[in-house]
């Protein structure tokens, strides 16, 4: 199968990487570039475990094409934290005890993390819906919706 | 079993221009397949369903990502355009705002960047959640073909599972919807097997509106999702309450009649007597709020 020439920016640096037609974004970050912080879980766009963003927005990258992100932004649970800081909601689902097993960690925090970017001061119910798509089997969500809230108070300017 | 089986091979392709797409899909019937956000046809491929040896990326043609509104047109949705983008346009929830519901019930936030509601209407299937708002809005398609652009009413549009009466080399561009009538009030309501995410059991859209043509005085539109081989619009529903005055009793019967309309079948989701018990009871709500929100 012929191999086709991408040029993406991943995680705020340039990368050139050659893909198959049928090489899954997800595939590309895990197998090619050894990204592993997202998880492979269901490959059908239902879990949520791989979930990126792509130009900004969170996608699951088990239902993206490589080859289509040619000239793409993405960035990967390795690029939410600065050299010396966590992102605000890796912060919060640390200390609020958000992560047990951790599979689903990675997606969550993409997706509470873009959330937090076009609605800085979100309800539960929003919280709730933007995570419907972010399965976690261990800690009945609670504690994850917990953190995303604190993640947002800590955003906010005080007053 | 292979739990995370890959995708078969293929081949991708980006074309420039819409005439080339339908060239290109046009000399390889059965073998190429337009590509929109991938969300239907990447998992079918996964599971065998779909074996193209062509994708041909039609995201980003000539006009394809255009959100436009005008008050004396109505809107235009380009095919590229993602449902969370319909979603958060100010102008689809002031003037379509069922539109912009039916989106919302739509799997998750991150499968809607990338699912499009033309990708829904194109895919066909019975469960389409956006389907039944694109048909009581009475939305049209934009198609470029072999032999040029035309429209599509979506009406004549579903043929079975699946099947639509687009031709290789056809490429929706489109969907345009005319003002909606004035007055109206709509709703989608959707049983899933959980409050969100989840494909429907079944889903009634309903959008009703002052007609003084009617005898009753209202029109209303209805449309069902996964109850029939398409998505289905009970006529005789719509008649009724075009022919009586509105009533509770009156409601009632429509809905019945609705589920009448039905066909559906067992799945893992619902058995096909659940769904039309539900297709009665959902038809009766759906109607009611909508008459509420008229009269009210």
Known sequence: MALHEIHITINNEPEQVAVPANMTLMRMLREKLALTGTKNGCSAGECGACTVLLNGEPVN??????????????????????????????????????????????GILISAHA????????????????????????TGYVRIIESVKKAARMQLPAG | ????????????????????????????????????????????????????????????????????????????????????????SAEVRTHYPLLAEACRSVASYPLR???????????????????????????VLHVHGVHGPRQERLGSFFLGPGKTTLEAGDVVTAIHFPLPPK????????????????????????LGYPDSTCLSGYRFRLAMASVAPVPLVPVEAERHLASHPITPESLREAAQLAADACSPIDDVRGSARYRRLMVRNLSAMALAQVWNRLTG
């Open chain 1, 61 to 106: 990258s088990c239902m993206v094409l490589a080859v289509e992100c040619d000239g793409a932004r993405i960035v990967t649970v390795e690029g939410l934290a600065s050299e010396e800081r966590l992102a605000p909601v890796q912060e919060t689902i640390l200390s609020e005890g958000g992560v047990q097993c951790g599979f689903c960690t990675p």
């Open chain 1, 115 to 138: 959330l937090l970017q076009r609605n800085p001061n979100p309800g539960e119910d929003e919280i709730r819906e933007a995570l419907v798509g972010n399965l976690c089997r261990c």
């Open chain 2, 1 to 88: 079993m292979n739990t995370h089986p890959t995708l078969p091979e293929f081949d991708y392709l980006r074309p420039r221009t819409l005439a080339e797409a339908s060239e290109f899909l046009s000399r390889h019937p059965g073998e190429a397949r337009p590509f929109m956000g991938g969300t239907d046809v990447l998992v079918r491929m996964r599971d065998g369903f779909l074996t193209p040896r062509f994708l041909v990326d039609v995201k980003g043609l000539d006009g394809t990502n255009e959100l436009r509104f005008d008050p004396r047109a109505g809107l235009t949705l380009g095919a590229a355009v993602c449902m969370n983008r319909v979603i958060a």
């Open chain 2, 113 to 139: 960047t990338r699912a499009t509601v033309v990708g829904n209407l194109c895919n066909a299937s019975p469960a389409g959640d956006t389907i039944g708002a694109c048909l009581v809005l009475e939305g």
């Open chain 2, 183 to 206: 007055g109206c009030a709509g709703v989608y309501l959707k049983l899933g097997r959980n409050q969100l995410s989840d494909l429907s059991i079944v889903g009634v859209t309903a």
